[in-house]
């Protein structure tokens, strides 16, 4: 099993403060994350003045406002963000942002970004694709989320991708749902193996919108390459994802279990390990006398059993010892010994 590369989705929880979004970024390293994700988006460039609110966002920021004015509050100006990718860079993560304009897209190019997230909602947007797909910068490559998405629009998506020359290796699908939390039964983990079998060159990851962290453990079990979860400082703060989020006691979990599972994983050996070999005289056992046994004996089922420790003749040799001659006399529990057969241990 490799190793998972984690991502912290900062998205827009810093609620466009930028001192909100440094100390993030610093709580992101001290949870172990890979690296920190952001949202860069101009509110007018995305949103109609007719757009309506989803319903988990007008159940976290009410009604009051239209999806346009709450996404407006949200906005991390363009310096701020540069200033925050230096930051976090500085601590030795990885830090990008997913574009969701072409003005967005255009300001991250310029600043060298290689690691590009489609989301969910623009995998149907061809300009958006076409624009993503005509990007060149060394070492691209892109992650896909697909919340929302049939097996026959992530095909037309990834088509789209790879004739603008991306090559399979390179695009990370992600399995994902788009409700903010995702209910427990709607997760649908076993829908990795679905696109790990039907996209087979292409990496497979997570975007985990559910509550906690036990979702993006399981996804690392069936061998994601990648886990993507919404961060928040607090899940009272107001704004629309906050509620789905992990704090940072949880995203500390989530990447304590995910690397304690990788190394659970293995190598798919099945093998006595060095840890328990150890254990094999304790825990196995040998034949020994059941009771007082005088030289020249016949051994039968009345004077012979199985105890432990398992450092004698193992009872695997049963019916070899059944019906021999003892060579010597033997007290009770005392291991059986006879020529011709070697101890276990």
Known sequence: MGRTYIVAEIGCNHNGDKMIARKMVLEAKNCGVDAVKFQTFKAEDLISIYAPKAEYQKKSTGTEDTQLEMTAKLELPQEDFLELKEYAASLGLGVFSTPFDSGSIDFLES???????????????????????????????IILSTGMATIEEIETCINLLTKGGMKPKDITILHCNTEYPTPDKDVNLLAINKLKKHFPEFQIGFSDHSVGYVASIGAAALGVSLVE?????????????????????????????????????????????????KNKIVARKSIVAKKAIA?????????????????????????????????????????????GIENQA
Request: aromatic share 4%.
């Open 229 to 277: 979860k919404h961060f928040t400082l607090d899940k009272d703060m107001p704004g629309p994802d906050h509620r789905a989020s992990a704090t940072p006691k949880e995203l500390k979990a989530l990447v304590t279990g995910i690397r304690q599972l990788e190394a659970m994983m293995g190598n798919g050996e099945k093998m006595v390990t060095d840890s328990e070999r």
């Open 111 to 141: 600043t060298g970004q290689n690691l590009w997230k489609i989301p969910s909602g623009e995998i149907t947007n061809l300009p958006y694709l076409e624009r993503i797909a005509s990007l060149c910068c060394p070492g691209k490559k």
């Open 295 to 339: 030289e020249g004996e016949t051994f039968t089922l009345e004077n012979l059993t199985c105890k432990r420790p398992g450092n004698g003749i193992s009872p695997m040799q049963w019916h070899q010892v059944l019906g021999r001659v003892a060579e010597k006399a033997f007290q009770p529990d005392q291991l059986i010994e006879l020529s």
